[in-house]
């Protein structure tokens, strides 16, 4: 089955850019989106498609992809961006949806 | 779009439980809905996916045991679990899928698998 890695934590201080990575075997012929989840919460699709942001997700979050690596990046990093983010994609050998891990974010 | 998940609870090793999904402004016979869970503590697993055209799609933690459904008419989408373990114990969240990403989800429902 397919598998995505995520490191378990990043932690950045406030006003610096948070990079969380997501690997996968050929990652780069497939769409990769990610998902923010605040403790208690539902998680919330942040970016689609490699690098497209829903309405009301800020710029200063984005996504890019090199190689056999996707990235997402939250740049001026708030205390509010304090969360779990998960990428995710589609397996189309299997039809089955895969999450990563998930990664950590603390701010400092 | 709205989507109200309903239906867990503690039950007890191989037993069953169906979970539902009410939606509101958004149509389950014409898009593609998701269940995904969360365990303890743990991260997000794809559990099944329901095409519009009908064809479903199980994880291999879940085949042979969960069923997903929907009802036209109620607009809700259902997952029947059956024979449950311990390690179904999770939040089961209902999603919409564009595609093949999840835009909206629920607030989710806790079922726990106990003795």
């Known amino acids: 089955s397919y598998v995505l890695t995520q490191s378990p934590s990043v932690s950045v201080a406030p006003g610096e850019t948070a990079r969380f990575t997501c690997g996968g075997n050929k990652i780069g012929r497939k769409s990769v989106h990610w998902y923010q989840q605040k403790p208690g919460q539902s998680p919330l699709l942040v970016v689609y498609?490699?690098?497209d942001r829903p309405s009301g997700i800020p710029e200063r979050i984005s996504g890019s992809k090199s190689g056999d690596t996707a990235t997402l990046s939250i740049a001026r990093v708030e205390a509010g961006d304090e969360a779990d983010y998960y990428c995710q994609v589609w397996d189309t050998a299997t039809d089955h949806r895969v999450f990563g891990g998930g990664t950590r974010l603390t701010v400092l | 779009v709205r989507l109200e998940e309903s239906g867990g609870g503690l039950i007890q090793p191989g037993e069953s439980l169906r979970l539902s999904c009410a939606v509101s402004n958004f149509s389950v016979s014409l898009n593609s809905l998701a269940w995904v869970r969360q365990a303890p503590g743990r991260g997000l697993e794809w559990v099944s996916v329901?095409?519009?055209?009908?064809?479903?799609y199980y994880s291999d933690s879940v085949k042979g045991r969960f069923v997903i459904s929907r009802d036209d008419l109620k607009n809700t989408l259902f997952l029947q679990m059956n024979d449950l373990r311990v390690e179904d114990t999770a939040m089961y969240f209902c999603?919409?899928?564009?595609?093949?990403?999840?835009?909206?989800w629920g607030q989710g429902t806790l079922v726990t698998v106990s003795s």
């Open positions: 999603a919409t899928e564009d595609y093949d990403y999840f835009a909206n």
């Open positions: 498609d490699d690098n």
């Open positions: 329901l095409y519009s055209g009908g064809k479903t």
